[in-house]
């Protein structure tokens, strides 16, 4: 027996050895009425589906991230347990990009989830270009966000072992109805910055066809001094046509843009004169991207069929600055226009069968994927550092690579309930066949994969409120473009570099009566190969074998339930573990870098009358900014890219009053972030890298309507 069959064997014992003994009782406690689910990802705003996903799973609603006042998706995402995100930093160190890991995996640009909109890829090119240096969405438009940690591989993909994370934009309201709401927040350095929202929609007195207009944008300045503003302006059509009572046409169509400065990193010593200075006044990131989706829905008790096609049409571009290797404080500009399409089809169709007291839901889909890649660079001269008054010109054109992936992802799974159990087997298989062609080295190269990648989710239903489960599962990724074109010879890429297979594992259990919910989840995840990329002269590198482990604990508790005194006071409390560490190698058994053994949050909510009080706190153990070298740094470098990252702990507060429909739901509130002012930072350590300190005492207010 090889190690992963018995790994998947442990996890399913420990979940059956969890359970009574009463296994197969009479009485099932889910619903008996059941129903053909279908597509995981849609009803997030039911809290029963949530509860009996088979692994680990955090939804976010709309009022817990305007309550943690949040302007980004990066601070709507912090505080879910196993996710942890950088402050902005490098090539993502503005406001546009997003730089998110989950369970020890990189952070930078997020590229080891599935990170989706209403089900479709934010990636400009979800094979070849995971990475978003664009994350082309506000957080304006957002109704839940949707993290599912484990047990959805089989369904969505690539780039997997980090989980799913869907980002539900408001639904299409029954009445015509809409809303403004608006937020501004400003620190002791920088300037303000404003997120704005406004939506407008509406549906026939039938319920046959409805739309929703949605804006969200975010306009100003940060709080770095100097270069450190952001546009960003999102707008979302959805539509929704009711063909007949069990046939239904949805169609969306978005249109984002956005500029931001990128203040850039600071050496030891730029950091310790100042930590809020810029020294690259023309470093910069631009994008926009137009995508539509279409989808088809006929819908029974007993079966669904789903199909979904979309589009995307993606540029990203930015102007670095880059210093000479051998010529002390000489740079030159350097500028990456990049041009992305990616089309999709997929259809589903899941089927419920009924045999006594056994029920299978089947589901079947299939999904194709065609994009394409443009690539080029352009350079300036070189320069002395602060010697130019504007923008240096890059005129000369030196690099340009073309590709593009055809991949084919067919996916098969078996939700079986027999008593209080739920059995879920399933396998998805993807054909992938990527290529890149460097017109200046004269190179094309393509790699093509066939990957067979089983999973098992099973839960035990211990009554209505209390489960346990279990999930072994696999993912894969293949070389993406940069890795394709890292070294080599010829057409032939670099042999360290591999495509990248993970296997992943979650025992845990479940427990939510409405007034306490407790949640409590064991992981383990077994990298063959993990790649890393250091920056752009040297590209990526293998990390080798690597595991990541821990525990996530979530707990919420109102207060009411204690005494009548307390009404209206909730609680809430994440904890998680994460020791991530490479196997073999010079850094055998040392951290992985940028990631936190610890994080923990807790929060209190107190709502009285029309009056709504906020307090949280944010705390994260240190991390590590080793190098690539054969020695393990932990002392800072001068250049600011390597040492130990200390952690740090930040309490927020928020007061709201809300006046009610008489005065169209007017609500008011203020708050601060980081209200003692404590100092931390990170480091980064690609092109523009060093130290990047993170946010200081920041007041914010809002205010919202609605009609």
């Avoid at 001068?638 to 006046?659: K, L, N, S």
């Avoid at 350590?685 to 920041?698: A, L, M, S």
């Amino acid at each position: 027996m090889n190690l992963k069959t018995s790994k998947l064997l442990i996890s399913l014992a420990i979940s059956a050895a969890l359970a009574p003994y009463h296994v197969f009782a009479v009485d099932n406690p889910k619903n008996d009425q059941i129903t053909v689910t279908g597509n995981w990802l849609e009803n997030t705003e039911d809290g029963e589906v949530v509860f009996n996903h088979p692994g680990a799973r955090t939804v976010k609603n709309q009022q817990q991230i305007k309550e943690s006042g949040s302007e980004t998706i990066a601070d709507a995402l912090k505080g879910i347990p196993g996710v942890q995100v950088r402050e902005s930093n490098g090539t993502g160190g503005s406001d546009v990009s997003l730089n998110v890991g989950v369970r020890g995996l990189t952070s930078r640009l997020s590229p080891r989830s599935t990170i989706l909109l209403d089900g479709m890829p934010l990636a400009a090119a979800p094979y070849g270009q995971p990475q978003l240096s664009m994350s082309p969405l506000s957080l304006g438009s957002i109704e839940f966000i949707d993290v599912i940690r484990g047990g959805a591989s089989v369904r969505y993909g690539p780039q997997n072992v980090g989980g799913v994370i869907n980002f539900v934009t408001k639904p299409i309201p029954k009445d015509f109805s809409g809303g403004v709401s608006l937020q501004t927040q400003g620190a002791k350095t920088g300037g303000l910055k404003t997120l704005v929202d406004a939506s407008v929609g509406g549906s026939k007195a039938d319920d046959s066809a409805g739309a929703i207009l949605l804006y969200s944008g975010l306009h100003g300045q940060g709080y770095r001094k100097s270069n450190d503003n952001t546009d960003i302006d999102d707008l979302i059509l959805k539509t929704r046509y009711a063909i007949t009572d069990n046939d239904e046409l949805l169609a969306n169509f978005h249109y984002y843009h956005a500029m931001s400065g990128m203040p850039g990193g600071l050496t030891q010593a730029q950091y310790n004169a100042d930590p809020f200075q810029s020294t690259r006044p023309y470093d910069r990131f631009e994008g926009n991207r137009q995508d539509m989706s279409l989808k088809y829905k006929h819908e029974e008790d007993d079966k669904q069929f789903e199909l979904m096609t979309w589009f995307s049409k993606s540029y990203r571009g930015s102007y670095i600055e880059s210093d000479h290797k051998d010529k002390a404080n000489e740079r030159r500009l350097v500028s990456y226009p990049r041009h992305y399409t990616a089309y999709a089809i997929e259809p589903s169709y899941s089927q419920l069968f009924r045999f006594n007291d056994i029920s299978h839901e089947v589901t079947v889909g299939y999904r194709y994927l065609n994009e394409t890649a443009d690539e080029k660079a352009y350079r300036s001269n070189w320069y002395q550092a602060g010697t130019q008054s504007s923008r240096p010109s890059t005129n000369d054109y030196y690099q340009h690579t073309s590709g593009g992936t055809e991949a084919h992802a067919i996916y098969l799974d078996d939700t079986i309930d027999v008593g209080n159990w739920t059995v879920i087997p399933g396998i998805r298989y993807e054909n992938i066949n990527i290529h890149l062609n460097d017109s200046f080295k004269n190179q094309n190269r393509s790699k093509r994969y066939s990957e067979p990648l089983p999973a098992l989710a099973v839960i035990y239903h211990i009554d209505d409120e209390w489960k346990l489960f279990a999930n072994a599962s696999t993912s894969f990724g293949s070389l993406q473009y940069f890795q394709l074109n890292t070294k080599g010879v010829g057409n032939s890429p670099a042999n360290g570099l591999s495509a990248e297979k993970a296997h992943n594992y979650e025992v845990g259990t479940k427990y939510d009566n409405t007034a306490l919910s407790l949640e409590a989840t064991l992981f383990y995840i077994d990298f063959d190969d993990q790649l890393l990329y250091v920056e752009n002269t040297t590209g990526w590198t293998n990390l080798g074998a690597t595991t990541h482990q821990g525990v996530e604990l979530a707990a919420r508790y109102n207060l009411s339930e204690l005494s009548d005194k307390l009404d209206g006071i909730s609680v809430y409390s994440t904890y998680t573990y994460t020791k991530a560490v490479s196997k073999k190698g010079d850094f055998a058994h040392k951290d992985l870098p940028f990631y936190s053994r610890q994080v923990f949050t807790a929060g209190s909510r107190y709502e009285t009358g029309n009056w709504v009080w906020n307090l949280n706190t944010y705390a994260q153990s240190t991390q590590e900014s080793p190098g690539t070298s054969s020695h393990y740094v932990t002392k800072p470098s001068a250049d600011g890219r390597y040492g130990t990252i200390p952690g740090y702990m930040v309490w927020d507060a928020r007061g709201e009053y809300h006046f009610g429909k008489s005065l169209s739901d007017l609500t008011l509130s203020a708050g601060i972030k980081n209200l003692f002012d404590q100092t931390y930072f990170t480091r980064s350590t690609d092109n523009n890298y060093g130290i990047y300190v993170g946010q200081p005492r920041t007041y914010y207010v809002q205010a919202s309507v609605k009609f």
